[in-house]
């Protein structure tokens, strides 16, 4: 907000911003994303989302890791993360715990992530889960069909362009956006 009669905006440094308290239930899956700069910038964005967690499974890059840590700018150490082997077996588990999978993948049966639809089915996911938990897909082979299989929903990022997806830190960052958009909405903070 800059009126006309005011001083221009002035740039906040660091030591200068109030950590918020709020906090996501939004809860990450990563699978086999192996380079440390993807899953640095992941672990900066949990913490800037608050998400919930992270759980690194397979050949997921993990801390300690100087490239992770150095792109992470030291969020590791703030930002809950578990490691497991078996993606799908973790899978299995978080759906016997009441925790909603919803892949990030572009797929026959996709749904389009600022659509009203997935806005109606996340809802209705909610009702009688404890929380969701979000899984993009690695550089190289995306989600894994075995946890598309696991999964109730599965949402895209619509692609205007040529190609036909982005960097996964960055998908993941768009859609971290907008499930805290519908999420911190329905929790009313």
């Known amino acids: 907000h800059n009126p006309s009669n005011s001083m221009p905006p002035r740039q906040l440094q660091h030591d200068e911003h109030n950590p918020g308290t709020r906090r996501s239930p939004l809860r990450l899956l990563l699978?086999?994303?192996?380079?440390?700069?993807n899953v640095g910038s992941i672990f900066r964005i949990a913490d800037a989302m608050g998400l919930d967690r992270l759980y690194l499974c397979g050949d997921t890059a993990c801390p300690p890791n100087k490239t992770l840590h150095r792109t992470a700018r030291s969020t590791e150490r703030h930002v809950h993360f578990e490691y497991h082997q078996d993606a799908a077996a973790l899978a299995d588990r978080l759906k016997d715990d009441s925790v909603m999978l919803i892949t990030l993948e572009i797929t026959d049966t996709s749904i389009d992530i600022g659509s009203e639809e997935f806005a109606s089915?996340?809802?209705k996911g909610l009702a009688t889960s404890l929380a969701p938990c979000l899984i993009p897909g690695s550089e190289r082979t995306g989600v894994s069909q075995s946890l598309l299989d696991k999964?109730?929903?599965?949402?895209?990022?619509p692609m205007l362009g040529r190609?036909?997806?982005?960097?996964?830190?960055?998908?993941?960052?768009?859609?971290?956006f907008e499930f805290n958009r519908l999420l911190l909405k329905r929790l009313n903070c």
């Open 31 to 37: 699978d086999d994303i192996s380079d440390p700069l």
């Open 121 to 123: 089915l996340l809802e």
């Open 151 to 157: 999964a109730e929903l599965c949402v895209h990022i």
């Open 163 to 176: 190609n036909s997806s982005m960097n996964v830190a960055t998908a993941t960052a768009i859609a971290c």
